[in-house]
């Protein structure tokens, strides 16, 4: 029985690395497959222990299956996150240090977009790239933007506008927490960091709730009020891009001092899997004969 245990979460751990950022269904699917190729029917955990007991073991490295929704629709997501605030510097390996560079100046226009917007159009995007320290042309501005979007760092809207994807927010929750601490909102019902949303109409009330938080929050209520303000709660009040906040006279806000967190040069990734292949290691000397 312990074999067949430390063997499923191995199994699920290696999933996590190669997939990254799954949805639920996806994660409850490596769950049950995790248990059937150890030849265990019956799982001798809950998905909630399980994802339990890894964390307990990723804890020892900084790391943590995490999970949160989708801010467009609501689907629940996993990711396989760093918890120490360095989770940029591990994207060496898919992007040159000019790249993340690049990337990071455009999470700033995002997180800094006045009227919160949380989001850059695709012109103002492309003329920044010419603006770095290390410019980028306009053609590979383009491509890299692509592959951002590619990646699921990034989402571009029909209106060609870039905002940050739910990966983003989930793996670099730390460091936009750290850098943009007075820029970022959160979700008044789910805490969660919220760019894409609704908004109370009284300009100096902070309620902001995800669509699909309010949602779940009005269907239990008799009344649609703002919960602190008891105002009448419209969810055409939006945050994110293309919102009326600007004509109703609401607030630009104050830009942040510039990320200064240094790219870490090297093989993080490597050493990283070599963590977690030490993590999964462990467990197989558990193992039971
Ligand atoms: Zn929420
Ligand atoms: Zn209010």
């Not at 809207?157 to 959160?186: C, F, H, M, P």
């Not at 779940?216 to 906040?245: H, L, M, R």
Request: glycine fraction near 2%; aromatic fraction near 8%; proline fraction near 1%.
């Amino acid at each position: 029985m312990t074999s067949s245990y430390a063997n499923a979460h191995r199994l699920f751990l290696q999933a996590s690395m190669s997939e990254r950022f799954f949805t639920e269904t996806k994660a409850i699917e490596m769950y049950k497959k995790a248990y059937l190729a150890n030849n265990v029917r019956r799982p001798t955990e809950t998905f909630q222990e399980f994802i339990a007991s890894i964390n307990q073991k990723l804890n020892t490295i900084d790391m943590e299956i995490r999970k949160s929704h989708d801010e467009t629709d609501g689907t629940p997501v996993w990711a396989l996150v760093n918890t120490n605030g360095d989770e940029i510097s591990k994207l060496v390996t898919e992007y040159t240090a000019v790249e993340i560079s690049y990337f990071k100046h455009l999470i700033e226009l995002i997180v800094t977009a006045d009227y919160e917007e949380f989001s850059v159009s695709s012109i103002t995007a492309l003329r920044e790239a010419s603006k770095l320290k290390t410019s980028i042309t306009k053609s590979a501005a383009e491509s890299l933007l692509q592959k951002f979007v590619e990646d699921k760092w990034l989402i571009l809207s029909k209106n060609g506008k870039y905002s940050l994807s739910q990966r983003a927010i989930l793996e670099l929750q730390v460091y936009l927490k750290e850098t943009y601490e007075d820029n970022l909102i959160e979700c008044t019902l789910c805490y969660d960091i919220i760019t894409k949303g609704q908004r109370c109409d009284v300009q100096q009330c902070k309620s902001r709730f995800h669509h699909h938080c309010s949602r779940n929050y009005f269907a239990s209520q008799t009344e649609k009020v703002c919960p602190s303000c008891k105002i009448a709660w419209k969810e055409s009040n939006v945050i994110g891009e293309d919102n009326n906040n600007k004509s109703k006279g609401g607030s630009s806000r104050r830009k942040n001092k510039r990320a200064t967190a240094v790219t870490r040069e090297g093989d993080e990734e490597e050493e990283e899997e070599e963590e977690i292949e030490e993590v999964v290691a462990e467990e197989e000397d558990e193992r039971d004969y």
